[in-house]
């Protein structure tokens, strides 16, 4: 928390230290004609109390937004992946992920100036899921499959409210300091592996550090200035790169709600340990390596496509998007293998460019209005 202070400290000097001088950022007209899109993501560190207070310590989240602006108001969905380390002796298993999936509302202050505080309200779905194997169901359900979790998971909501400061740094991009108050509610759950009664509910504070992006730049005279490709779509390696996190880090979310996989719990925990433990080789089966993972890099290709971005371009989404997966979308490590199959899947399946190449020359497709041409490249 000392350091989120500090920057906050920082923030103000840079604001104070212009003086009077005019701000080529402040735009006194911004409410009325911004950009109605954005993504931001941001890190996040607490704790939490209630029921859970002596048994968990030391949060840490990850949460990345989609946000659409209505004059002052930025209104949203969020992933978090938040995980919390329990308290000795016990502080040497695996943690318990946190997720928390829903939508959120911003009410912004002074939007024309650099600096620009805000409130927030957020209420989202919650699930806690324990990794460690002192929670694992004994006995096991009939139906369970490998790649199933062990552990039961405790769904229910939460509800958060908080406040913050933005601090623009150029058109597209401002950082953000926040505090987030959550309280939650979950199905009671059977703590007695580590010797205390059952628990529900809690409250979580975060103190979170991130950035807030508008590709196209926050407003529309910013986006005037971006080049379009010949169907007129505008060329957007930040558009890319946000559909490519959505796509990982929804399939998380889909594995831990809908699958109930072992994998994705995840974390900034998660995502350091993948990190400093390296790649691997997996041996899954031929179906998730051979079919699953080249498929999710056509969808990474695709992501880039459909941000204006030409064939070439495109395909350096697809070993982007494999490395975001191993590193911070499963608690596995990382697997060289995965990484390999879901990068070369436009070269090895082809379905999705030669689909593109293929409509484009046979349809012979024309840019309307005169600017492309002929032969638009695909």
């Given at each position: 928390m000392a350091i989120i202070a500090?920057?906050?400290?920082?923030?103000?000097?840079?604001?104070?230290?212009?003086?009077?001088?005019?701000?080529?950022?402040?735009?006194?007209?911004?409410?009325?004609?911004?950009?109605?899109?954005?993504?931001?993501?941001?890190?996040?560190?607490?704790?939490?109390?209630?029921?859970?207070?002596?048994?968990f310590h030391d949060q840490l989240a990850g949460e990345y937004n989609f946000f659409h602006v209505n004059g002052p108001w930025r209104i949203g969905f969020g992933l978090n992946f938040s995980s919390f380390d329990m308290v000795e002796p016990y502080d040497k298993e695996h943690e318990w992920g946190y997720q928390r999936t829903g939508f959120f509302g911003q009410y912004m202050f002074m939007q024309q100036k650099r600096l620009r505080p805000y409130v927030e309200l957020r209420a989202a779905a919650a699930r806690l899921h324990p990794r460690s194997e002192l929670f694992t169901m004994d006995p096991l359900p009939e139906d369970f499959e490998t790649g199933d979790s062990p552990t039961e998971a405790a769904d229910g909501f939460t509800l958060g409210m908080g406040g913050g400061l933005e601090y623009k740094i150029s058109r597209g991009l401002a950082l953000d300091l926040s505090f987030l108050a959550s309280p939650f509610w979950v199905e009671e759950y059977d703590l007695s592996p580590v010797g205390r009664p059952p628990a529900s509910s809690g409250t979580t504070y975060e103190g979170r550090l991130g950035v807030v992006w508008w590709p196209h730049g926050e407003t529309v005279a910013d986006s005037s200035m971006v080049p379009r490709d010949a169907w007129g779509v505008k060329h957007s390696w930040g558009w890319a790169m946000g559909e490519m996190l959505a796509i990982n880090l929804g399939a998380s979310g889909f594995n831990e709600y809908v699958r109930n996989a072992n994998f994705n719990q995840i974390s900034p925990r998660s995502w350091w340990e993948n990190l400093e433990e390296g790649f691997h080789y997996d041996d899954n089966e031929f179906r998730t390596n051979q079919y699953i993972h080249p498929f999710n890099g056509s969808t990474y290709f695709n992501s880039g496509r459909a941000n204006g971005l030409d064939f070439w371009e495109s395909s350096i989404v697809g070993p982007l998007g494999a490395f975001v997966w191993e590193a911070f979308g499963e608690t596995h490590p990382m697997s060289w293998n995965d990484l390999l199959?879901?990068?070369?899947?436009?070269?090895?399946?082809?379905?999705?460019?030669?689909?593109?190449?293929?409509?484009c020359w046979t349809t012979k497709r024309e840019e309307r209005d005169g600017r492309g041409a002929k032969w638009a490249d695909s």
């Open positions: 500090a920057l906050v400290l920082l923030v103000l000097q840079l604001l104070f230290a212009s003086g009077s001088s005019a701000d080529p950022l402040d735009d006194p007209h911004a409410e009325s004609h911004l950009n109605p899109w954005g993504f931001s993501f941001n890190l996040g560190m607490g704790d939490a109390n209630g029921d859970f207070d002596d048994l199959n879901t990068a070369s899947a436009e070269s090895r399946w082809e379905k999705c460019p030669i689909a593109c190449r293929l409509s």
